[in-house]
């Protein structure tokens, strides 16, 4: 099962688990001088300031799954490479963001879901380059490179498989969960009390299922949890505290939450929801509450309580579309959640996608039907809310929000994969289908992929594209039940510049990512990857092993030939906490490819921003600022706070 991407989503300032996010773009437009006789990933180049806010539980929150992406582009260029007939955009006043899902919502993995991740785009309004269309802004302009990518091992022992992973805001540690049922893992507790066996009187689990990871060090606090987060649900709040709902047995009607405070431990409320939400999905709302749709055999929906608060079975809607999406083997679970621009919830189960209006709870559209197949769990495709452009004093009546689902499987593969003998296991999608979410005429447009991919995460980087990740290419979601792992991540261009393919293939992972995998953005940009157990507990001399092992990939934009092109924020002279529609500074240090003269010209380097103007475009939370030079995120992310 997965979380956000698969049980749903992550953030640029990202969270996998049940992710939601999303991205915001600014950007100012550069032709540049072409390199012969080498294939270039990026074409253009410019300076561009990305917030991103993610959790990821497994199967998002891009979110994801869920994730907030926010880009900025400036005019700067590097007076070190020659341009052709480059001429420096005026910038008159104050740069819009774009906002977007930096996490990615797979369907149907247990990463854990929130909303699946999603982005949205701010627009600059401060860049004159002679377009009235917000889209057009959002050229970027990138450096060239033909890097496809590294990989490393960080951790070789995470001491659990992590089912469910997330970055939680300002304190850069990855939570990672797996399953208590399992009643084992690679760690045990570092003391009494060990946990007591539910459905038993005197059985105990000494192992640990829950862990806090530094990013930087690697270093892992071990955490207790009581209830069993198996295929759960969440996303993080205002303050940055993971909301954790549902999961299996003892915890699928509970509430957890984990705060970032030094030393936090979890808090769980069992009983608190009105139905059980095992293989559910959670989504924030423009007013910071979080609502959570589906779970096995409970095809409802509910708002999940204020803490220490409990729903009652009046306070659960019925939720027909689950029932008539429902295929024999589900194929519906861990439904791809987005809030839209306009406030109506995107709500896509199995091959079908409406509108929900949230406060009357009337659906208000329905969109054509997906062809080709499944793609919720077991199908397990993986979905994202793509950066959404904004004007600055964003007044239009309508913003524009695409959302992308990539992959899935035919509607039978898990009765060939999970229940036929010999087991058959069918090839994966291979199509990549886009839609605008806020147009009532909207009809999906389809491309294929390189190659097949279930079980993966869609990852929305800080320069707007999307990273496929993980996952198999046939098969299904279930034990034992998908083949080929596919190794390679694949790059799609947000942007179509008519030219190249959307679609670059990156260099491979040796390591299997299948069931229950998970991902994070961090700080610095890359890409944190855990989890992948195919099995009903921790085995090692099998197919596929359970993996404790903890990877970070570089994507093309961290070239070590790009590395001149690297920002730096300071963020003692940068604002960190704002409200809707507030203007906010950004200060960029001296130094790098930028000159001091320009960043002279350019305000002694200080970029001012303004927020998103309300809570559909970018719910409140916690974000991670990216600012991007040349197609090239800088050091380190600034975590900022959105506030009402």
């Given at each position: 099962?997965?979380?956000?991407?698969?049980?749903?989503?992550?953030?640029?300032?990202?969270?996998?688990?049940?992710?939601?996010?999303?991205?915001?773009?600014?950007?100012?437009?550069?032709?540049?001088?072409?390199?012969?006789?080498?294939?270039?990933?990026?074409?253009?180049?410019?300076?561009?300031?990305?917030?991103?806010?993610?959790?990821?539980?497994?199967?998002?929150?891009?979110?994801?799954?869920?994730?907030?992406?926010?880009?900025?582009?400036?005019?700067?260029?590097?007076?070190?490479?020659?341009?052709?007939?480059?001429?420096?955009?005026?910038?008159?006043?104050?740069?819009?963001?774009?906002?977007?899902?930096?996490?990615?919502?797979?369907?149907?993995?247990?990463?854990?879901?929130?909303?699946?991740?999603?982005?949205?785009?701010?627009?600059?309004?401060?860049?004159?380059?002679?377009?009235?269309?917000?889209?057009?802004?959002?050229?970027?302009?990138?450096?060239?490179?033909?890097?496809?990518?590294?990989?490393?091992?960080?951790?070789?022992?995470?001491?659990?498989?992590?089912?469910?992973?997330?970055l939680l805001p300002k304190i850069?540690?990855?939570?990672?969960?797996?399953?208590?049922?399992?009643?084992?893992?690679?760690?045990?507790?570092?003391?009494?009390?060990?946990?007591?066996?539910?459905?038993?009187?005197?059985?105990?689990?000494?192992?640990?299922?829950?862990?806090?990871m530094d990013v930087e060090t690697?270093?892992?606090?071990?955490?207790?949890?009581?209830?069993?987060?198996?295929?759960?649900?969440?996303?993080?709040?205002?303050?940055?505290?993971?909301?954790?709902?549902?999961?299996?047995?003892?915890?699928?009607?509970?509430?957890?939450?984990?705060?970032?405070?030094?030393?936090?431990?979890?808090?769980?409320?069992?009983?608190?929801?009105?139905?059980?939400?095992?293989?559910?999905?959670?989504?924030?709302?423009?007013?910071?509450?979080?609502?959570?749709?589906?779970?096995?055999?409970?095809?409802?929906?509910?708002?999940?309580?204020?803490?220490?608060?409990?729903?009652?079975?009046?306070?659960?809607?019925?939720?027909?579309?689950?029932?008539?999406?429902?295929?024999?083997?589900?194929?519906?679970?861990?439904?791809?959640?987005?809030?839209?621009?306009?406030?109506?919830?995107?709500?896509?189960?199995?091959?079908?996608?409406?509108?929900?209006?949230?406060?009357?709870?009337?659906?208000?559209?329905?969109?054509?039907?997906?062809?080709?197949?499944?793609?919720?769990?077991?199908?397990?495709?993986?979905?994202?809310?793509?950066?959404?452009?904004?004007?600055?004093?964003?007044?239009?009546?309508?913003?524009?929000?695409?959302?992308?689902?990539?992959?899935?499987?035919?509607?039978?593969?898990?009765?060939?994969?999970?229940?036929?003998?010999?087991?058959?296991?069918?090839?994966?999608?291979?199509?990549?289908?886009?839609?605008?979410?806020?147009?009532?005429?909207?009809?999906?447009?389809?491309?294929?992929?390189?190659?097949?991919?279930?079980?993966?995460?869609?990852?929305?980087?800080?320069?707007?594209?999307?990273?496929?990740?993980?996952?198999?290419?046939?098969?299904?979601?279930?034990?034992?039940?998908?083949?080929d792992p596919n190794l390679n991540?694949?790059?799609?261009?947000?942007?179509?510049?008519?030219?190249?393919?959307?679609?670059?293939?990156?260099?491979?992972?040796?390591?299997?990512?299948?069931?229950?995998?998970?991902?994070?953005?961090?700080?610095?940009?890359?890409?944190?990857?855990?989890?992948?157990?195919?099995?009903?507990?921790?085995?090692?001399?099998?197919?596929?092993?359970?993996?404790?092992?903890?990877?970070?990939?570089?994507?093309?934009?961290?070239?070590?030939?790009?590395?001149?092109?690297?920002?730096?924020?300071?963020?003692?002279?940068?604002?960190?906490?704002?409200?809707?529609?507030?203007?906010?500074?950004?200060?960029?240090?001296?130094?790098?490819?930028?000159?001091?003269?320009?960043?002279?010209?350019?305000?002694?380097?200080?970029?001012?921003?303004?927020?998103?103007?309300?809570?559909?475009?970018?719910?409140?939370?916690?974000?991670?600022?990216?600012?991007?030079?040349?197609?090239?995120?800088?050091?380190?992310?600034?975590?900022?706070?959105?506030?009402?």
């Amino acid at each position: 099962m997965q979380t956000r991407s698969k049980c749903r989503q992550t953030f640029n300032a990202e969270l996998p688990w049940s992710l939601e996010g999303k991205p915001m773009h600014i950007k100012c437009d550069e032709p540049i001088v072409e390199n012969s006789g080498s294939r270039s990933l990026i074409k253009k180049k410019v300076i561009m300031a990305n917030l991103w806010r993610g959790l990821v539980i497994f199967p998002l929150l891009f979110v994801y799954g869920s994730t907030h992406d926010l880009m900025f582009p400036i005019p700067f260029h590097h007076s070190g490479k020659p341009i052709a007939e480059f001429k420096v955009p005026q910038f008159h006043g104050i740069a819009s963001l774009v906002v977007g899902d930096g996490g990615s919502a797979a369907s149907g993995d247990d990463d854990d879901k929130d909303s699946h991740g999603s982005s949205h785009t701010v627009s600059v309004d401060s860049l004159d380059n002679g377009s009235s269309d917000p889209t057009s802004q959002i050229d970027v302009v990138e450096d060239q490179t033909t890097f496809k990518g590294s990989w490393e091992l960080f951790v070789e022992n995470a001491g659990v498989s992590a089912m469910h992973m997330v970055l939680l805001p300002k304190i850069d540690q990855a939570l990672m969960f797996d399953a208590t049922v399992w009643k084992i893992s690679k760690l045990k507790l570092p003391g009494p009390p060990c946990r007591k066996v539910e459905g038993t009187t005197n059985q105990e689990d000494c192992w640990c299922h829950s862990i806090l990871m530094d990013v930087e060090t690697g270093k892992i606090r071990p955490l207790r949890v009581e209830h069993d987060t198996w295929c759960s649900s969440g996303a993080l709040d205002v303050n940055g505290r993971l909301i954790s709902t549902g999961g299996y047995n003892n915890g699928s009607d509970t509430v957890r939450i984990l705060d970032i405070a030094p030393n936090s431990e979890w808090i769980e409320y069992p009983g608190a929801l009105g139905n059980g939400r095992w293989y559910a999905t959670q989504v924030t709302l423009a007013d910071g509450r979080f609502m959570v749709f589906g779970g096995r055999d409970f095809p409802t929906y509910e708002f999940v309580p204020p803490q220490g608060q409990k729903n009652t079975r009046n306070e659960v809607h019925a939720f027909k579309f689950l029932v008539e999406t429902h295929d024999p083997v589900e194929n519906n679970l861990y439904p791809f959640v987005y809030l839209s621009t306009d406030g109506n919830l995107f709500i896509f189960a199995n091959n079908r996608s409406i509108l929900l209006n949230p406060n009357n709870h009337q659906i208000i559209h329905e969109f054509p039907v997906l062809p080709g197949g499944a793609r919720n769990y077991p199908a397990s495709g993986s979905s994202c809310l793509l950066p959404i452009i904004l004007n600055p004093n964003e007044n239009r009546k309508v913003v524009p929000a695409e959302v992308l689902v990539c992959g899935g499987t035919p509607h039978d593969a898990f009765n060939k994969a999970d229940l036929q003998r010999p087991k058959v296991f069918l090839p994966g999608n291979t199509d990549c289908a886009r839609m605008d979410i806020t147009n009532r005429n909207s009809k999906w447009k389809i491309t294929n992929m390189p190659s097949a991919r279930l079980l993966g995460d869609a990852v929305v980087l800080p320069t707007g594209d999307v990273l496929l990740i993980n996952g198999a290419k046939s098969g299904s979601a279930g034990w034992d039940d998908a083949r080929d792992p596919n190794l390679n991540p694949v790059l799609y261009k947000f942007k179509d510049d008519g030219i190249d393919s959307k679609f670059t293939v990156m260099n491979p992972s040796n390591i299997p990512r299948m069931y229950h995998s998970s991902f994070a953005v961090l700080p610095d940009s890359k890409i944190l990857i855990a989890g992948s157990n195919t099995n009903p507990g921790y085995m090692d001399n099998v197919l596929f092993p359970t993996e404790v092992r903890v990877e970070k990939f570089s994507p093309h934009y961290l070239d070590p030939n790009l590395a001149q092109f690297r920002q730096e924020i300071v963020v003692e002279q940068s604002n960190n906490q704002v409200k809707f529609g507030q203007n906010f500074k950004v200060q960029i240090g001296e130094g790098g490819a930028i000159e001091q003269a320009k960043l002279q010209e350019f305000n002694n380097g200080k970029i001012v921003l303004q927020a998103p103007m309300n809570g559909n475009i970018a719910p409140p939370g916690y974000y991670m600022l990216f600012v991007n030079y040349n197609g090239v995120p800088c050091r380190r992310s600034m975590w900022i706070q959105i506030r009402p």
